[in-house]
Structures are given as structure tokens and as C-alpha cells.
Nanobody, 121 residues
Framework: VQLQASGGGLVQAGGSLRLSCAASGRTFSSYAMGWFRQTPGKEREFVAA????????NYADSVKGRFTISRDNAKNTVYLQMDSLKPEDTAVYYC???????????????WGQGTLVTVSS
């Protein structure tokens, strides 16, 4: 599966953004999807994940209650709605796909190219 992330940009603290990740291929609905983020000099970290059906989600503690992951299998797209953004949310955000619903960055086999989110104070 090939992934294309979009929707990043510059936003003020307290604002919102919605990231999208479009997938190619007819097997999108069989994959769990995750969002990760990375800042310079730091390891890529887990943000959120959703299982193949959309019925189960998982969030990092740092974004719980502010971010929402969802998916539309008919559109082969997964979303990350980010509300109440903070400067520390600034990062390159990546979407990823795997057969297993997991938080582990090393367990995802397919990755998008990343989209930059910048939150100004």
C-alpha cells in the first residue's frame, strides 16, 4: 500500500488542523493505520492508531482528548483531527499502515512521506 499524507501547515496555539492520509490499493480496509510524529534530533513517536474497522483507537497520553483519529474505508483515507494545538505539537507527522493494530513505530511496514505541522505561540 502507498500512503500520501497532507493537511499540514502553520497554525496558532489553540487552533485546529486536520491531517489526511490517502492510501492506494484495494486492501486499505484490511490495514490498521497509525499517525506518528518526529522533530529534529528526536525519535519518531506514536500519536494515534486505529484498527481496520475504525472501532478501536489508541492515543498517546500527550494528545489524548485533543486529537481524534478516524478513517473512511470507502475513500481509502485516514484522518487526524487535531484540536487545541500546542507549540509542542510542532513536528513532521507521518501516517503508516500495518496488518496489526499497534503503537510500535518499528512494527509498521508502510509509511507516507510526512507533512509538517507548525504551531506558533
Amino acid at each position: 500500500v502507498q500512503l500520501q499524507a497532507s493537511g499540514g501547515g502553520l497554525v496558532q496555539a489553540g487552533g485546529s488542523l486536520r491531517l489526511s492520509c490517502a492510501a492506494s490499493g484495494r486492501t486499505f480496509s484490511s490495514y490498521a493505520m497509525g499517525w506518528f510524529r518526529q522533530t529534529p534530533g528526536k525519535e519518531r513517536e506514536f500519536v494515534a492508531a486505529i484498527d481496520w474497522s475504525g472501532g478501536n483507537t489508541n492515543y498517546a497520553d500527550s494528545v489524548k482528548g485533543r486529537f481524534t483519529i478516524s478513517r473512511d474505508n470507502a475513500k481509502n483515507t485516514v484522518y487526524l483531527q487535531m484540536d487545541s494545538l500546542k507549540p509542542e505539537d510542532t513536528a513532521v507527522y507521518y501516517c503508516a499502515a500495518d496488518q496489526d493494530w499497534t503503537r510500535g513505530v518499528d512494527e509498521y511496514n508502510y509509511w507516507g512521506q510526512g507533512t509538517l505541522v507548525t504551531v506558533s505561540s
